[in-house]
């Protein structure tokens, strides 16, 4: 910056003395430097400065260097501790800085592990321009404005969510003369949404660019009447200001767990599950139920207040309104490394990578060659990815090891909740399936296929462990379906396969229908992010059905899974999205099943006491409703956030 000062302060004098007729003296030539001229043109103010930046530390150095050069920053990028300083970004030099931030996505590398989905409603209150962005592929940017609604979930204002991926980028960028607002004039860039833009799911009907329609045959859903409006998003005040008072690091951990009588008050269902998966306890068809909790475990629920009149009277009971809301089974996750890592890109915070017999020698004290490692052995509890899963409904995760080739392990599943291996509950299942991985790439295919082979007869010919292969390719699916049928008939067996990721599945529905394998997709609205990805089914408005529900058409057995640790606190917003693109075809307590009772039949869970949560103003599928407290019967507690 110095050393562009310099130049740019020549060239000045320079112009000076040219402009006064002063050519005595004056230098033939102009003085530049080709290696400087763009910070010099920072510093005139002719480019716009964009900053990638995160940490506190580091805002408050690039401020104090906009004040001693004299330029102005137009936005600082990603930006995850942006919200604990509001006061130094205003100190700017010539005017505060735009914040293009992500709605949830944090704890990926070390810069990153102090944000939080309350910062574009602390930035906008303390009067800073937010945008939210997708830094795509990082995120896919066809779902852009999935930040903008989840940002507005959190707290952020209507209109600045809106404004959020439209106006304020553009204004921003300085393309504000042109594009980000419907005037006169402008370019006519312009979506036809199906819904309230900030509803969940929201989908464009048709898209114009420069005036031409770029949507010759869009596949359009009918959405409910309450998606036409935007959604009355929960009160999250509390969380907002505990984020900025603990430093970007608030206790997650429930702030009570009440192991006597809880009373839940204004229920409009009730959903348990049972042998055959997800019942209808109590549905309200009038008035609202009373839901009477005792020892974690639940006594009745009925419209009268009978369930819990006596409590009332004697007030030994804690009560707690769900203003309309249900009660549902708790959701699993599957997918990614939730509860083998803090930070993702942080080695010393992981349990780290398995050993590949394919690329490496396995020592023998681990086994050698033929050993399969349990991800139970390295499991961390409360990282703050589990913690926040727990209290967006998930409650429990089922998790492999970490692998970066073919053989990874034997996944575990534990509890979101618990504080370590030996809390109770805090360990579900030791053992739930095998998992192994088939992508493009060194070793080839055909060797992993021979290696899976191999694998099959000496360890999994009898069947009773499900074999899960993380694939996406259809090709390499189709294989595998022909192996599958090799060895059942060979050893006189029947195997539990089911393909996990599966972005290409869609392409054999019927034949991984008749072969009798499950598919997990993950993640639930595909993205073509590399080769093997390629045909994806996108789902509307570009297809009439998403991989998922094309999948459910041709009877195959579907789960949902996340690729991101950080990605489980959102799986009930996932589910949502699935039931609104599915329509009347598939019920409430079927997409609820897709990350519970059918994931857990997938992997090979054995039936436990589910947990059960309770979300206040709505269910557990939408932007009105927030999770209010966790019914635990295995526990005995009811955990309230």
Not at 18 to 42: H, N, R, S
Not at 87 to 107: M, N, Q, V
Not at 217 to 237: G, I, L, M, R, W
Not at 360 to 371: F, L, T
Request: overall charge negative; proline content about 5%.
């Amino acid at each position: 910056y110095d050393k562009a000062r310099q130049i740019k302060n020549t060239q000045d004098q320079y112009c000076t003395k040219a402009l006064a007729g002063e050519w005595k003296g004056l230098a033939p030539d102009f003085p530049e430097d080709l290696q400087w001229e763009a910070l010099v043109d920072v510093l005139r103010g002719r480019v716009k400065v964009h900053t990638h930046c995160y940490e506190t530390v580091d805002l408050d150095d690039l401020v104090r260097i906009t004040n001693e050069f004299e330029f102005s920053i137009a936005a600082f990028h990603h930006a995850h501790e942006t919200y604990l300083v509001p006061d130094t970004l205003k100190a700017a030099y010539g005017h505060p800085p735009a914040i293009a931030l992500f709605a949830s996505k944090s704890r990926f590398k070390r810069e990153s592990y102090r944000g939080s989905e309350f910062a574009p409603r602390i930035l906008a209150e303390n009067g800073l321009q937010v945008v939210m962005k997708s830094d795509h592929p990082v995120l896919d940017s066809r779902f852009l404005l999935y930040e903008a609604q989840q940002a507005h979930y959190y707290g952020l204002d209507s209109n600045l969510a809106l404004l959020s991926v439209t106006g304020t980028p553009a204004q921003v960028m300085g393309q504000d003369h042109r594009i980000g607002f419907i005037k006169t004039g402008y370019d006519a860039d312009l979506v036809l949404w199906d819904s309230h833009p900030l509803a969940l799911g929201a989908t464009p009907q048709q898209v114009w660019v420069d005036g031409i329609p770029q949507l010759s045959s869009p596949h359009v859903n009918h959405k409910p009447a309450s998606s036409q409006a935007s959604p009355q998003t929960p009160d999250f005040n509390k969380e907002a200001l505990d984020a900025v008072k603990y430093d970007g690091l608030p206790p997650l951990e429930p702030k009570t767990s009440n192991d006597g009588a809880v009373v839940f008050t204004n229920v409009s269902r009730v959903l348990t599950i049972n042998t055959e998966g997800i019942e209808d306890k109590f549905i309200a068809e009038g008035d609202l139920g009373v839901v009477l909790v005792r020892n974690g475990k639940l006594i009745c629920s009925s419209i009268a207040l009978f369930c819990g009149e006596d409590l009332l009277a004697s007030g030994k009971a804690q009560f707690i309104d769900l203003a309309g809301g249900w009660i549902s089974p708790g959701l699993t996750t599957f997918g990614s490394v939730l509860g083998l890592e803090e930070i993702e890109g942080e080695a010393s915070t992981s349990d780290g990578y398995v050993l590949d017999p394919l690329l490496y020698k396995v020592p023998e004290i681990a086994g050698g060659d033929n050993s399969i490692i349990r991800a139970g052995d390295g499991l961390q509890y409360t990282t703050r990815n589990a913690l926040l899963a727990y209290r967006s409904g998930v409650t429990a995760a089922i998790t492999a090891p970490k692998s970066a080739g073919f053989l990874a392990g034997l996944s575990v599943v534990f509890a979101t909740s618990a504080k370590h291996q030996l809390d109770d509950g805090g360990l579900i299942q030791d053992v739930a399936a095998v998992h192994v991985f088939i992508h493009h790439g060194a070793p080839s295919v055909s060797t992993k296929i021979a290696s899976l082979r191999n694998l099959l007869r000496v360890f999994i010919g009898q069947g009773e462990v499900p074999l899960v292969i993380d694939v996406d390719n259809a090709d390499i699916m189709a294989s595998l379906l022909r192996l599958k049928g090799d060895i059942e008939e060979e050893l006189d067996t029947s195997l539990k396969f089911v393909f996990s990721g599966a972005s290409e599945a869609h392409l054999l529905a019927n034949e991984i229908s008749d072969a009798g394998v499950g598919v997990i997709v993950s993640p639930s609205r595909s993205y073509p992010g590399s080769w093997e990805k390629r045909r994806i089914l996108p789902g509307p408005p570009l297809s009439q059905k998403s991989n998922l529900l094309e999948l459910r058409a041709h009877n195959v057995s579907v789960a949902l899974g996340v690729p991101g640790a950080w990605e489980a606190r959102n799986t009930r917003f996932d589910l949502g999205w699935i039931a609104l693109e599915a329509g009347d075809s598939v019920s409430k307590k079927e997409v609820l099943a897709l990350a519970s009772v059918n994931l857990q039949q997938l992997l090979g869970v054995h039936s436990f006491e589910t947990d059960l949560v309770a979300s206040k103003g709505g269910d557990l599928l939408d932007f009105d409703s927030k999770v209010v407290a966790v019914i635990s019967p295995r526990r005995g507690v009811v955990d309230l956030f």
